[in-house]
């Protein structure tokens, strides 16, 4: 009897003979990314740099200034010597910014420093390719190149781009992008590697290395992430090792100014945080540390585009599956943001805005993460409304103020373009009368604007100039003080003048202090003599504000040997040189009311009281015009 004929005699249903099963629907292959040359989105992140560049033009790129003379001082005086010390700092452990960076392209930062510049615009363009090629598998090219390049569209990159020391930041990103990559390819050794150039850069690479076994897609298993977890430990182990013994060894410890300053340690350190949380958040908008008009308009603009996500949210179940696919990169960024931003906290209150870039690195994927999920469209907004601020940032200044633009920030990229500006004005000007100093030669600085001492790091400029560390500069009062002084020449500098610095000959200028002193003893017609002899001395007509001064006392003998007129004419041709100089109008005024141009005379007196209402000499004038015409009234009375 057959089964199927005993099954139905047992009342069961007859089983029918298994069919083969079909196979199952394979998912739809992806297709892997292109390979990084034939992407048009590697082109389109390498070129986010050109904004950058474009918001720089016309600057003095890659100018050293300041700290910059302390590593090029070491590197090209003194010899390299051991990578175990400062190299140049007294604060810091940084071998490869300080040491390797300087000993490697010292010759080029003082003989071509815009190419420092490129060079930094395109390592900073390399570090965003490398976490566009980390972000390219799981979040396609667009999003991956708008998360790369967040840190790049913001104005205050080009102190990063622009200055010299700041390999510092520019190393950092470039070696903790590599590192990213290397870990999201799974490439241990090379993830470890680049980890150990960051933290060689600069201390905030630990932020690089506590996330660094976190990053998304690094290990397929625990086991595997607790390998990279242990090689990165090792790492931090040894660098942390290596630094507490070169900073025994050398003595290295923070300046006072921020480690010891009342305000730092009398603020709490939550309040530290908020401090650098804001700080970044500026940046990130290029915002200036100080409040701004524009700033409502962008608050404004941030909540549009987080209500507008939100919006998508909570209608749309899509975009919610979205954002689950992009959390794990958006976490992590969220993550290096605040551990960067943490790390900010020491310097506090001296704030740079070029020091956010390292946290931008991790805003870019979080905010790319939040609004793409959404909708790509608004991370296209953001990056419009960022290229926009990019562009509505304050470009280098063109002429050297009396004192420093104050945006909030101890330096950044207005007043850094500043010290530049002199530096390369200062050097031009010496090397075009004095390609060579001899040995032991002393150049005075003379009139420098407030603050821009602070760029000539010492005698070191002047030494890495010249090659030749026998060679300082010296204060002008020391130089009155001591006129028998053989220096070389006057570095004069004239603030808000094109140049901005000219070159005084010593002996005209202590004929201009013997000049001065037969002024306070009335000798009149000496002051000329020895005026026309400091005029045949004085051949640079650009040192403008030796210039105003000789030209004016030689107004005052004038007026006060009866030649007004001719006093007038001097101190006519010298207010249209410079409006703002307080003395030479007080000459125009003073030879005015001599020649009994009443009305002229007191329009001078009012603009010298709007820029110099408290001046003894001011006063004495707006007396003695008064005086001059009370007795003209007097006189059109008796008549």
């Given amino acids: 009897m057959s089964g199927r004929r005993a099954a139905r005699r047992a009342g069961a249903k007859p089983v029918r003979p298994a069919s083969p099963a079909a196979p199952a629907a394979a998912p ?116 991956a190149c708008a998360a790369a390049t967040f840190p790049l569209l913001a104005e205050s990159v080009r102190t990063l781009a622009s200055w010299p020391t700041q390999f510092v930041d520019v190393g950092l990103a470039l070696a903790s992008a590599l590192a990213v990559h290397a870990a999201a390819q799974r490439r241990t050794w090379l993830a470890l590697t680049g980890l150990g150039l960051a933290l060689l850069c600069k201390e905030v690479a630990v932020v690089t290395g506590v996330l660094l076994p976190f990053v998304p897609g690094a290990a397929r298993d625990r086991r595997e992430r607790l390998r990279l977890g242990a090689g990165t430990a090792a790492v931090l182990a040894a660098w942390g090792a290596a630094t507490l013994l070169v900073r025994r060894a050398a003595g290295l410890e923070l300046p006072d100014r921020i480690a010891r300053s009342p305000e730092a340690l009398g603020t709490p350190w939550l309040a530290k945080f908020l401090w650098a949380l804001e700080g970044n958040a500026r940046a990130a908008l290029s915002l200036p540390r100080i409040p701004s008009p524009e700033e409502p308009v962008l608050a404004w603009f941030v909540a549009a585009l987080a209500i507008l996500a939100g919006v998508v949210y909570a209608t749309d179940r899509k975009a919610r599956t979205r954002f689950g696919r992009m959390a794990p990169w958006g976490a992590w960024g969220l993550a290096w943001f605040v551990l960067a931003t943490a790390a900010l906290t020491p310097i506090f209150p001296s704030w740079q805005p070029n020091r956010s870039h390292h946290a931008a690195m991790g805003l870019g994927l979080t905010t790319t993460a939040a609004l793409a999920a959404a909708h790509p469209s608004l991370v296209a907004i953001l990056a419009g409304g960022r290229l926009v601020q990019l562009a509505r940032a304050p470009s280098a200044p063109t002429r050297i103020s009396e004192k420093p633009p104050d945006a909030g920030a101890f330096m950044d990229y207005v007043r850094l373009t500043r010290l530049q500006r002199f530096m390369r004005a200062a050097r031009g000007a010496l090397a075009r009368e004095y390609p060579t100093l001899p040995s032991g030669s002393i150049v005075v600085q003379h009139n420098l604007p407030h603050g821009l001492e602070y760029a000539l790091g010492g005698d070191r400029a002047l030494q890495c100039w010249y090659r030749d560390s026998t060679l ?168």
């Fill in 28 to 143: 739809p292959a992806r297709r892997p990314p292109a390979a990084w040359f034939a992407d048009p989105w590697t082109w389109l992140t390498l070129l986010a740099a050109v904004p950058l560049a474009v918001r720089m033009a016309g600057a003095p790129w890659g100018e050293p200034v300041a700290e910059d003379f302390d590593f090029l001082h070491r590197a090209l005086l003194e010899g390299m010597g051991t990578l175990l010390d400062g190299g140049g700092s007294s604060a810091f452990w940084r071998p490869i910014p300080h040491q390797l960076y300087y000993a490697t392209f010292g010759r080029v930062i003082l003989a071509t420093p815009a190419l420092v510049t490129i060079l930094h615009l395109v390592c900073l363009a390399t570090a965003a390719l490398f976490v566009q090629r980390a972000l390219r598998p799981s979040w396609g090219g667009p999003m």
């Fill in 472 to 639: 300082r500069w010296m204060r002008f009062d020391d130089f009155r003080a001591h006129r028998e002084t053989p220096v070389t020449v006057i570095l004069s500098a004239s603030a808000g003048h094109v140049p901005p610095v000219g070159l005084v000959h010593p002996d005209a200028m202590r004929g201009l202090f013997l000049a001065l002193e037969d002024m306070r003893e009335h000798r009149y017609t000496d002051v000329l003599a020895l005026l026309d002899r400091v005029d045949s001395l004085q051949r640079d007509t650009t040192a403008v504000m030796f210039r105003m001064r000789s030209q004016g006392l030689r107004g005052y003998a004038l007026i006060a040997t009866g030649r007004a007129a001719e006093a007038e004419s001097v101190a006519a041709r010298l207010v249209a040189v410079d409006r703002r100089d307080v003395l030479v109008r007080q000459v125009l005024c003073q030879a005015l009311s001599e020649l009994g141009r009443l009305d002229e005379a007191y329009a001078q007196l009012d603009t010298l009281r709007a820029r110099a209402p408290r001046d003894s000499t001011t006063l004495l004038l707006e007396q003695q015009l008064d005086d001059l015409k009370a007795r003209q009234a007097r006189a059109n009375r008796e008549r």
